[in-house]
């Protein structure tokens, strides 16, 4: 069972825990809508406006269906096709992205708190609204008090410099002195530390870590490969900024990961450390110590206390956007030419049924416009179509295109009957439908059952994809 607590602050005020299932499984909407994974909502208990929170707004009833189970109801936190991960429910839509939040009971009121991410989805938590019984109320702030969506950590085994070498973070005690960017020494006052379930969390591309390789930044930075959380802000060119805004998918990558544990260091004020020899900064507390399994419990706060503590108190500008983020990036991507890395508009297109890869007959020159016939065996159900993938914004310095893109379909036929690119048959791994096109995510998986014989035909998206420096070339350049 995994429990995820939340506070509610504003015109009306709660702090309730939902409890959810320990596995993900396909989840259904009341009204037939397929969500994709999640994981079920089994309870929800806290207090709102100082009463009892009662119960769900609705009953789970679970059937077999193709031999899975399949949950209608109208709570889940699920991962969408949108690609993010979201506590969602309500009047049997669990599309998440029109509508998002919690649904209970309050005696006979029923509350509907949601929250709107549509402006910026990588922080659906940080603010939002409440409806109760159908009247919209003034606006609310929305605290995940046992995420770390927000924590700057260091993964355990990074090395940080002391006076006395490099030690690794996990090591590290209060009193002894850090060494920083500007070569000054400073006594640690405090370690954090968390372990985060990242398999389990309902938005783990918030806390798996990045992982930063040797010479990325330039020759020495850093000087062994460095693992970050996704918030924690390197200091390049007299800014910090959060590794995820300088994610490019090669030298600074995310990974998965089941289970990862950081740690983050507190100095007697906020300053710039040497992790592993880049440059990234020391812990600023913007109310999130609770955070931390030994920082003394939840701090509830307004999000917007975090950037008015960050302009205050943070020891240089943190930057998010704009065209000294474009720069770095430019850099990074500069950087990742010099270390050997390539890009490629082959997307390495393959096919496969039951993990077994099936050949496809291509009528043309070409990949793209290229017709790819695939003759189906009896009882063929899952056709996965499955290719490279690429992230706009981690391959152009000015997109903010968070997309995985693996090819575009631009036509699909099944026993000659051309399908359209909004049938339900695109089962799961797919983008939402473009004008004449749509986007798998690398692996995406078309219900062929009852077909005999498919057609595809793939646009020229004009996406080019990552390809790691060939083994002779792994070398540090100078």
Known sequence: MATYSYTFSGASSGSFTVTTSDTPTEITASDGTDCGQGYVITGITG????????????????SNVGGTTTYYGDNA???????????????????GIDYQGISFYVGSLEVNVSYDNASDPEFSHSAGYYVTSGTAEPSSSLLMLDSTSYLACY????????????????????????????GGALPVRWIG???????????????????????????GLPHRDLLLSPDHAVFVDGVLIPIRYLLNGATVA?????????????????????????PAESYLDTGNRGAF??????????????????EAAGCAPLVRSGPRLVAVRRHLLARMKTLGWRRTGEPGLRFSLAGQPIEAQVFGEETF????CLALPDGARDLAILSRQAVPGEIEPTSDDCRHLGVALCEIRLDGVSLPLDDPRLARGWQACEPGLRWTDGAAILDVRGASLVELRFARGGLSYQLPPPVTARRRPA
């Open 77 to 95: 936190i699920f991962t969408g096709n949108n690609g993010y991960s979201d506590l969602v429910g309500g009047n049997g839509n669990l599309n």
């Open 369 to 372: 416009d290229a017709w790819h």
């Open 293 to 310: 399994a030994n920082g003394g419990g939840p701090v509830q706060i307004h999000p917007e206390f975090a950037l008015h503590r960050w």
């Open 155 to 182: 993964a355990a085994g990074t090395r940080i410099l002391t006076t006395q070498g490099e030690v690794a973070v996990e090591d590290l005690r209060e009193g002894d002195l850090a060494v920083t960017e500007s």
């Open 254 to 278: 995310q990974e998965s990961a089941a289970r990862v544990t950081y740690y983050h260091v507190e100095l007697d004020h906020h300053d710039v450390l040497l992790a592993e020899g880049l």
């Open 193 to 219: 530390y968390r372990t985060v379930q990242v398999a389990r969390h309902p938005r783990p591309h918030d806390v798996a870590p990045v992982r930063v390789r040797t010479d990325a930044f330039g020759p």
């Open 47 to 62: 207090t709102w406006n100082g009463a009892a929170i009662t119960g769900l707004d609705s009953t789970y009833v679970s």
